[in-house]
């Protein structure tokens, strides 16, 4: 759960009006004219990107690649094709994620169902998937063992595993069955549904035998900092996947409290955290582990990013 920040001005309506303009003119308009009155109307609603942002837009409406749409810059669009794209357009202007409007997100190249359901999958969360991959294959390649993700949400972490250790098996739970909907959704356009566990249930309280890793990306934002976030998350991103409690750790504290007793001798835990929560986080897994080796994994941009507590072996505790 990645926590962007920053309160951004809505635009004002008088600027979005040149792509209604143009679909209500009687006259041709080509693609590269509502492209570029799309990119007006997003640019000043300080959408991200806006450029890019309306290219993948006019894509989705039209149901071509973004490279087909650049290839066809002269050619007429028809009237419904327009409104459309218009609809598409204001949604994303309104403030409706990107990744909703267009009904999927991209995750360590693969692609996921999305929707206000779910947490949308951020790019620093694939340095879970990184480490994952890397700590069960230097296990003298036994690809074979049982992974439990802890608030799968859209299922992007335990599906991502599932494909890259075709070995393993899958236990993934969530506290809310309409995100756990969307994730086995996911596992079944992936093909790895048959290897997937789906449970409801709070944190590990669905695990009924000990695994050799967990994996979580649970809520990290402190209470306080909730009405700071962006409106774009506040008000279309399930809140319950970023709430983390006043200090942000509520619930990896919760999760650390439970894990003794669902982690296996030699086994791991991979925890997400915010930028500014390293010191505390390896605290907290000092006090659950103090036998383990921990260690706190920035990002590429240089942040704290991840907690790894790598337990001892029953022969070495």
């Given at each position: 759960?990645?926590?962007?920040?920053?309160?951004?001005?809505?635009?004002?309506?008088?600027?979005?009006?040149?792509?209604?303009?143009?679909?209500?003119?009687?006259?041709?308009?080509?693609?590269?004219?509502?492209?570029s009155a799309a990119a007006q109307q997003l640019e000043a609603a300080h959408v991200d990107a806006p450029h890019l942002a309306a290219e993948t837009l006019l894509a989705h409406a039209l149901d071509f690649s973004r490279t087909q749409v650049l290839a066809r810059l002269e050619q007429p669009m028809a009237a419904n094709q327009l409104t459309h794209y218009q609809t598409l357009v204001d949604r994303c202007e309104s403030g409706e994620p990107l990744a909703y409007v267009l009904g999927h997100r991209e995750f360590y190249g693969l692609d996921f169902q999305v929707?206000?359901?779910?947490?949308?999958?951020?790019?620093?969360?694939?340095?879970?998937?990184?480490?994952?991959?890397?700590?069960?294959?230097?296990?003298?390649?036994?690809?074979?063992?049982?992974?439990?993700?802890?608030?799968?949400?859209?299922?992007?972490?335990?599906?991502?595993?599932?494909?890259?250790?075709?070995?393993?098996?899958?236990?993934?739970?969530?506290?809310?069955?309409?995100?756990?909907?969307v994730a086995a959704e996911n596992a079944r356009r992936h093909g790895v549904a048959q290897r997937i566990e789906f449970k409801v249930g709070d944190l590990l309280t669905p695990l009924q035998a000990p695994v050799q890793l967990i994996t979580a990306n649970l809520p990290y934002v402190r209470s306080k900092?909730?009405?700071?976030?962006?409106?774009?998350?506040?008000?279309?991103?399930?809140?319950l996947a970023f709430n983390g409690g006043a200090d942000g750790l509520q619930l990896v504290s919760q999760l650390l409290g439970e894990a003794p007793r669902c982690i296996q001798p030699g086994g791991s835990i991979l925890l997400e955290i915010g930028a500014a929560q390293g010191d505390a986080a390896h605290e907290l897994a000092r006090d659950f582990f103090p036998t383990a080796a921990i260690e706190v994994k920035a990002d590429y941009a240089g942040l704290d990013r991840l907690l790894i507590i790598s337990t001892q072996t029953s022969a070495a505790a």
């Open positions: 759960m990645n926590s962007p920040r920053g309160n951004r001005p809505r635009s004002c309506r008088r600027c979005r009006c040149e792509l209604t303009a143009l679909n209500a003119a009687d006259r041709t308009v080509t693609v590269r004219q509502a492209l929707d206000p359901r779910v947490l949308i999958p951020r790019p620093e969360t694939e340095l879970l998937i990184e480490t994952a991959l890397a700590i069960v294959k230097a296990q003298a390649g036994q690809t074979a063992c049982t992974i439990a993700d802890i608030g799968t949400g859209s299922g992007a972490i335990a599906i991502t595993l599932a494909l890259h250790l075709p070995q393993a098996r899958l236990i993934a739970t969530d506290i809310s069955p309409e995100a756990l909907d900092e909730w009405a700071h976030l962006a409106h774009t998350i506040r008000e279309h991103e399930p809140a």
